[in-house]
């Protein structure tokens, strides 16, 4: 069981920086990619990153085009999500995951990002 608890959202101005946590709890991390979705109000959850166990990455282009940065820290058990040029559409609940592929899925409690114009 991997419990995932995440910190750093708030409200920004447009053009704004903030730095999304998530912390798992449990063993093994180091076996788990680590993703970040959002959902803004009425749309479905979109993927935004992930970083895989051996560090490689990929992220949703379209919507964050080099300005989010997904991190990890096996020795702190966490996953880092560095976002810059913030727009007010990247505002909605940031949610961690955590999977093993073909074996088990988690996802923590979210967090709140809201960017004003």
């Known amino acids: 069981q991997v419990q995932l608890v995440e910190s750093g959202g708030g409200l920004v101005q447009a053009g704004g920086s903030l730095r999304l946590s998530c912390v798992a709890s449990?063993?093994?991390?180091?076996?788990?990619?680590m993703a970040w979705y959002r959902q803004a109000p009425g749309k479905e959850r979109e993927f935004v990153a992930v970083i895989r166990t051996r560090g490689g990455t990929v992220y949703n282009r379209d919507s964050v085009k080099g300005r989010f940065t997904i991190s990890r820290d096996n020795a702190k058990n966490a996953v880092y999500l560095e976002m810059s040029s913030l727009r007010p559409e990247d505002s909605g609940v940031y949610y961690c995951?955590?999977?093993?592929?073909?074996?088990?899925?988690?996802w923590g409690q979210g967090t709140q990002v809201t960017v004003s114009s």
């Open positions: 449990g063993r093994a991390f180091n076996t788990y990619d």
């Open positions: 995951n955590a999977e093993r592929v073909g074996r088990d899925d988690y």
